[in-house]
C-alpha cells in the first residue's frame, strides 16, 4: 500500500509588506547622503559661535551671546605693578616700531554671511603715528593649510595692502612686508574673534574692499 505524498509548501516572501518599508529606508538613506555636509556645517558653525560668544537660535531653543558693558566696570586686581628698571622695555618696545617701519598689522571682523563661515575678515596694514606707507612695495599673507597654503600678495597701497578672508575659527596670521628697500619684515598676529559679539554686519558694497 502505498502512502501518499506530502508535498511541503512553501510561502513566497512578503514582499508586498516589506517594499514599502524598504523604500523609505533608501529615501531615508540617500536624503541624509545629500544632507550630510550640510549637518556637519551647521553642527560645526554653532559649535563655533557658542565657543566665541556668540548667540545661537534655533525656533523655541536659545542661547543668549555673551554681552559687551557699555563701560569698563570689570576691574582686575590680580597684578603687580613693577618699574621698567633701565629702560629696558621701552626700548624693546621701540625697537618693533624701527624694526617695522611704523607699519602695523592690524585686522577687523564682521559676521560673516556665506554659509558655514563665522565671521569675515579684512586684514591690512596701517601706519604708526607720524610714518607712512609710502616705503612699503608690497605685503604677503599666509594663512595656513585651510587656505590651501597659498601666500596672497597685496600690492594695494591706497587700500592698506588690505585682504579679506572668511574663517570659522581663529588663526594665526604672518605678513611678510617688503620695502622699497629690498628688504622685508615678517609680523604675526593672531586672528581672533574676541570682539565677535560686537562685529557688524555689512552689506558687499560697504565692506572695505580688499
Not at 570689570?74 to 617701519?101: C, M, W
Not at 604672518?174 to 629690498?182: M, V, W, Y
Request: net charge positive; with cysteine; aromatic share 14%.
Amino acid at each position: 500500500m502505498k502512502h501518499p505524498e506530502t508535498i511541503i509548501k512553501y510561502d513566497s516572501f512578503p514582499w508586498e509588506k516589506v517594499f514599502p518599508d524598504l523604500l523609505w529606508i533608501i529615501f531615508w538613506l540617500v536624503i541624509f547622503l545629500f544632507v550630510k555636509n550640510f549637518i556637519f556645517t551647521i553642527l560645526t558653525t554653532m559649535v563655533n559661535r557658542l565657543k566665541h560668544g556668540a548667540g545661537v537660535k534655533i525656533g523655541s531653543f536659545e542661547i543668549d551671546s555673551l554681552k559687551v558693558l557699555p563701560n569698563n566696570s570689570i576691574q582686575n586686581n590680580h597684578f603687580i605693578t613693577t618699574e621698567d628698571e633701565g629702560n629696558t622695555r621701552n626700548k624693546q618696545r621701540n625697537d618693533y616700531y624701527k624694526v617695522q617701519r611704523g607699519a602695523m598689522l592690524v585686522h577687523k571682523i564682521f559676521k560673516s554671511q556665506k554659509n558655514g563661515q563665522l565671521y569675515d575678515i579684512l586684514i591690512y596694514i596701517i601706519p604708526q603715528k607720524n610714518c607712512n606707507l609710502i616705503q612699503v612695495t608690497s605685503v604677503e599673507y599666509y594663512f595656513g593649510k585651510f587656505w590651501g597654503k597659498n601666500i596672497f600678495s597685496s600690492l594695494d597701497r591706497s587700500n592698506g595692502f588690505a585682504i579679506a578672508t572668511s574663517a570659522y575659527g581663529a588663526f594665526l596670521c604672518t605678513a611678510k612686508i617688503n620695502f622699497n628697500d629690498g628688504k622685508s619684515e615678517t609680523v604675526y598676529r593672531y586672528i581672533d574673534f574676541e570682539m565677535g559679539d560686537v562685529a557688524c554686519i555689512v552689506d558687499q558694497e560697504q565692506k572695505p574692499k580688499s
